[in-house]
Structures are given as structure tokens and as C-alpha cells.
């Protein structure tokens, strides 16, 4: 399966600020999505990533808060917008090679706000 | 709209004890597919199965099996002779239309030695 990279691992960041995380994948991909898991809890979806065009937010979040960019094949990025302290939590990128096949993940970066 | 159960929040075994996951799934779909993962104490997902809603034959995978049963819209996951390494948090998903997954809440095991 193909390996992926997300960058920063954890990070500790002030309230108000931005922060962008990286998936980066060795190989072309068809799907990418992102996911927060919040301490203790199951994982929910934020977005579908779509190369090229705009994402596909699901009920919940909004571009505002939670801009995502796609511009190739191997690489997304999530930028967690004005952050509160509600939004510390694991935020997981993973990827599948077309609709319903298995989806692998990032490692997962660890987001604290302050 | 999509829905995936897991009732049980924690289970704690002793080693060699055998162990179900209960995974009850809800869904209008009617070609759906079904997926576990685990995730132990180091964070990372780590998938392990995928089914589709047309293979209700059980599968099994070394000291893994699995138990799909449309009739009762259960896709249950037993380890046999568990393990310290077993320990972790176990995921019960379903393939939404779009490709995304919807999780259940997470079963954690504990395997105690």
C-alpha cells in the first residue's frame, strides 16, 4: 500500500492562530480525505479532497474553518483556521485508490491549542 | 442515513482467551461495503478487512475471523487466543456512497497477561 507522510506529527499551537498540515503520498492516489479524531473518540470526516477543484465538506465543518487544497495526485494539505481549544485533536489524512476500496492513513498529527 | 454500532466500549480478556467485537451496521444502501481497523496505543489505523454487502461467507485471517450476517446487519469480529499485542482500539466502518468512511464508536481490548 502506498506510503504516507503527514506533516507536522503534533504540534502546540496559541488560540487564533492557523496552522496547515501536510499529507504527502509516494504514489498517485484517486481519494483523499480528512479525518479528526478527538481525544477518546471514534473518527469522523471532515472533507473529501478533490484534485483540482474545491472539496466536499461534510455537515459540520466549513471551508472557512477547515480550507483544504488538492493540487496534484500525491498531496493535500488541511489548514485548521482560528483555532480554539475545541479543536485539539488528532487530524488524520488517508487515501484509497477509488470509491470503497480500503482507505490507508497518515500517522496523524497531534494538534493542541492553548 | 448510514450507521455503524458498536456496542461495547471496552472489553478486557485475559491472554488465550477468545474474544468477539460486535459491529451492527445500518445502511439504504443496497451494495454497501463493510471494514474493521485497528488502532493500538501508538495512534497509527491500521486496516484489516473489507467486505462487500454480496460475500456473506465468514473469512478468516490466522487467529482472525470474521462473521458477516445481512439478516442481522452484523459484520462481527472475533479474535482466537488473544494476545497482549491484540490490545487496542477496534474500529467497525462503513463504505458511504462518496467513498468515505462512517466509523463506529471503537471498541476497546485489553489483552491481559
Known amino acids: 500500500s502506498a506510503v504516507i507522510s503527514q506533516k507536522p506529527s503534533r504540534d502546540i499551537c496559541q488560540r487564533g492562530t492557523s496552522l496547515t498540515i501536510q499529507c504527502q503520498v509516494d504514489s498517485q492516489v484517486t481519494m483523499m480525505f480528512w479525518y479528526r479524531q478527538q481525544p477518546g473518540q471514534s473518527l469522523t470526516l471532515i472533507a473529501t479532497a478533490n484534485q483540482g477543484s474545491e472539496a466536499t465538506y461534510e455537515s459540520g465543518f466549513v471551508i472557512d474553518k477547515f480550507p483544504i487544497s488538492r493540487p496534484n495526485l500525491t498531496f493535500s494539505t488541511l489548514t485548521v483556521s482560528n483555532m480554539s481549544p475545541e479543536d485539539s485533536s488528532i487530524y488524520l489524512c488517508?487515501?484509497?485508490?477509488?470509491?470503497?476500496?480500503?482507505?490507508?492513513f497518515g500517522d496523524g498529527t497531534r494538534l493542541s491549542i492553548l | 442515513a448510514q450507521k455503524v454500532t458498536q456496542a461495547q466500549t471496552e472489553i478486557s480478556v485475559v491472554e488465550k482467551e477468545d474474544v468477539t467485537l460486535d459491529c451492527v451496521y445500518e445502511?439504504?444502501?443496497?451494495?454497501?461495503?463493510l471494514f474493521w481497523y485497528k488502532q493500538p496505543p501508538s495512534g497509527e489505523l491500521v486496516f484489516l478487512i473489507r467486505r462487500n454487502s454480496f460475500d456473506e461467507q465468514n473469512e478468516i485471517s490466522g487467529r482472525y475471523s470474521w462473521n458477516f450476517q445481512k439478516s442481522t446487519s452484523s459484520f462481527n469480529f472475533t479474535i482466537t487466543a488473544s494476545q497482549v499485542v491484540d490490545s487496542a482500539v477496534y474500529f467497525c466502518?462503513?463504505?458511504?456512497?462518496?467513498?468515505?468512511?462512517?466509523f463506529g464508536k471503537g471498541t476497546k481490548l485489553s489483552v491481559k497477561p
Open positions: 445502511t439504504r444502501d443496497t451494495t454497501y461495503y
Open positions: 466502518a462503513n463504505g458511504g456512497s462518496q467513498g468515505n468512511l462512517i
Open positions: 488517508s487515501v484509497a485508490e477509488g470509491i470503497n476500496q480500503p482507505q490507508h
